[in-house]
């Protein structure tokens, strides 16, 4: 147990679906993260909050439309995606953007694939 | 560009020691962390080096040479519970974490 959990944890969906990945922090974290990580490749940075502005974007397609309604929660809303985006999602929270140590609290992830 | 190496595959066995490396190129350096993720389960953290020398945990030790830009994981008396993805990530002069692909290390008895 984390403290970071994440739903769904499997997501099956057609190209023409909407749906949204959650993610929780119990940890008390003011920042939070949306990874992208795919087999055998190093984890993709997607978006960053920081006291629930968003402070990075790296050049994500908008598809892809991150949320951030209060510290604790962050959403990741999928619409009309390609089966290259079938990935383990992961969100993660650490106690500051661009802490001393960063350390990164992870959560199981959420398996998407993308028929 | 800036850029993780780190070995795609090892085997060990049981009650073993085993040494994972990670050579990276980086834009500056503000430290490097080590994550263990076992299949189907979260990344959790390991060891953090921002300091040249060797870091012990228990049976997880972590090295850094900054001027070479090396580091290596030690893992000593494994178990059949380490087998495990291990991420080695490095935070740039930007704090950015810049992440290698990961060596999945495969225990056997």
């Known amino acids: 147990e984390t403290g970071v959990t994440q739903t769904p944890r499997h997501l099956v969906m057609g190209m023409t679906n909407k749906k949204s990945l959650k993610c929780e922090q119990h940890l008390g974290h003011n920042a939070m993260y949306w990874y992208k990580q795919s087999a055998k490749k190093p984890l993709e940075l997607m978006f960053v909050y920081s006291l629930e502005e968003r402070v990075e974007n790296n050049s994500v397609p908008s598809r892809f439309s991150p949320e951030c309604p209060n510290s604790s929660h962050l959403f990741l809303h999928l619409h009309t995606l390609q089966p290259e985006d079938s990935a383990l999602y992961l969100c993660a929270s650490s106690q500051d953007y661009a802490s001393h140590t960063g350390e990164l609290f992870f959560g199981e992830g959420s398996r998407l694939t993308v028929l | 560009g800036q850029n993780i190496d780190q070995p795609t595959e090892m085997t060990a066995t049981e009650g073993a020691i085993v040494q994972i490396n990670c050579t990276y190129q980086t834009s500056g350096f503000n430290g490097l962390f080590w994550y263990q993720q076992h299949a189907g389960e979260a990344p959790t953290f390991l060891s953090y080096n921002v300091l040249d020398g060797l870091e012990e945990k228990g049976r997880f030790s972590s090295f850094l040479s900054r001027s070479k830009g090396y580091s290596y994981l030690l893992l000593k008396e494994l178990q059949m519970k380490d087998s495990a993805s291990y991420l080695c990530?490095?935070?740039?002069?930007?704090?950015?974490?810049?992440w290698g692909a990961g060596t999945k290390l495969i225990i056997k008895p």
């Open positions: 990530a490095v935070r740039d002069s930007n704090y950015q974490l810049i």
